[in-house]
């Protein structure tokens, strides 16, 4: 359900510019992934505590918005590019994504292997530097070829 909201979210692309919103996607995505490692641990005897379901609404809505991000990224890099190399930058961004996937799972591992939060900030960091990244990238809205 949060991907397919994160995908609705993509219809904001058309009103304020696919640049604008793929940085605050971006930037929302680190935001949450930052309050979720500073929020404190759940109880011990497995009983859910309101952090727990603060953890649970906040997780949600950062799959969400990256979500929207990712689905973002492939609409900003096929209007970004021009149609002969599209198809290769679209193979390229979307090889990024599936070894951010594979790696993932085993930076999740650390939460239990070094410090709780640490998958969080690991996360929230390399959203973080995206949309520092893409802060540098043209306008799509605005290139023309």
Known sequence: LAELAG??????????????????FLVSSTVICLAV??????????????????????????????????????????TLFPANIRTTALLFSSNLGGIG?????????????????LPYFIFGSSA???SIFVIFLPDPDKVKF
């Open 37 to 78: 490692a500073f929020l404190p641990g759940s109880s011990s005897n497995g009983s859910l505590t309101w952090t727990a379901i603060l953890k649970i609404i906040f997780a949600s809505i950062g799959k969400m918005v990256v979500s929207a991000a990712f689905m973002s990224c492939y609409v900003y890099c096929s």
């Open 128 to 130: 973080l530097l995206a």
């Open 7 to 24: 995908i609705a979210l993509c219809h904001l692309n058309d009103k304020f510019g696919r640049r604008r919103m793929m940085i605050t």
């Open 101 to 117: 996937s594979v790696i993932s799972p085993q930076i999740n591992l650390l939460q239990t292997l070094v410090w709780a939060p």
